[in-house]
């Protein structure tokens, strides 16, 4: 579709001023999620202007300032953490996307909004992916992209150790082990899951596991054997986390207990055992005598066995 298809029918209906409207960080545990309402002129189309996330940072910015210099007019409005928290994320894109229509210089009387309908007293249209198929949403979406993604660059000065000047807030992997290294921050969103789960990280248990087996979780085996002692075995529940702690290069992965069946005797676990489910190759572990020689009899009824579903954090 003609980026600039909405813009021509609106402007043909007999409207003048159109403002388009976006939103950025919507997805990110941390700093504010920040709209953008621009108003341009009519037929202005500046080549090259796209959803801001299909562009390279330094594209971004020369299409920004072509945008606003030649913009009718132009408000970008920032939403703090703490009322994400409060309002939900859904109700603090609107507010940021509305106070941003209601304070442009130049007032429109027609709004086209990316996915999002607003309490306004002007017509409006709700455009889903409007930043890539509104040429004007498309162009509050790079603006509003810019100036968060400077406003987290100066965040990460203050709050080093998170990578915010490269995720800009987003829950990268880096990013969300970091709030178990270091902590969760003032500008961490408390009730997004990543988040949350640090807080609770009093209820992380700690293991450390050989290559292989940590090589077979990082690449998505969903079941783990785990012998533990029978103190350690009863204080793992469902819904507790495990920080697992590869023996030779100290990566970690992080992981939720989704189930828990504990096993007590090599005969029970052997009957019950899926290869390729717990997490070994067909070859590996091909008969029950090589199997009883890998987990060893004696070993497992001194410390039990439990079988833990998990998934990946």
């Known amino acids: 579709m003609n980026s600039y298809e ?117 017509p409006t249209m709700s455009i889903i992916k409007g930043d890539l198929r509104s040429h004007t949403i498309a162009c509050a979406s790079i603006i509003a992209k810019v100036i968060r993604d400077d406003y987290m660059v100066e965040l990460s000065k203050k709050y080093p150790g998170y990578d915010l000047e490269k995720n800009k807030g987003y829950p990268t992997p880096f990013h969300k082990q970091a709030l178990f290294i270091h902590g969760v921050t003032e500008i961490h969103r408390k009730t997004y899951e990543p988040v949350r789960l640090a807080l609770e990280k009093d209820q992380v248990h700690h293991m450390r596991l050989w290559p292989s087996p940590f090589k077979k979780i990082k690449s998505g085996t969903k079941t783990v054997e785990l012998r533990l002692n029978d103190e350690k075995r009863k204080i793992i529940v469902e819904n507790d986390l495990i920080e697992f702690e590869n023996i030779e290069t100290s990566e970690k992965l992080l992981v939720k207990v989704k189930k828990i069946k504990p096993y007590s005797n090599f005969n029970e676990l052997y009957l019950d055992y899926d290869k390729i489910a717990m997490g070994y190759d067909e070859d590996e572990i091909p008969n029950p005598s090589d199997m009883e020689t890998y987990y060893s009899k004696k070993d497992i009824k001194k410390y039990g066995c439990l079988a833990i579903e998990i998934n990946r954090i």
């Open 6 to 122: 909405f813009e021509t029918k609106i402007y043909e209906e007999g409207y003048k001023y159109i403002a388009g409207c976006d939103e950025v960080g919507r997805g990110c545990i941390a700093g504010p999620v920040v709209a953008c309402a621009v108003i341009m002129p009519k037929d202005c189309i500046i080549k090259g202007v796209t959803d801001s996330k299909l562009l390279t940072d330094k594209k971004r910015r020369l299409l920004k300032d072509e945008i606003i210099s030649k913009a009718l007019a132009y408000e970008v409005t920032f939403i703090s953490h703490e009322e994400i928290d409060k309002i939900n994320i859904l109700e603090a894109s609107r507010k940021a996307m509305t106070e941003s229509v209601n304070n442009l210089k130049v007032k429109p009387d027609y709004v086209i909004a990316d996915a999002m309908n607003l309490p306004i007293d002007i």
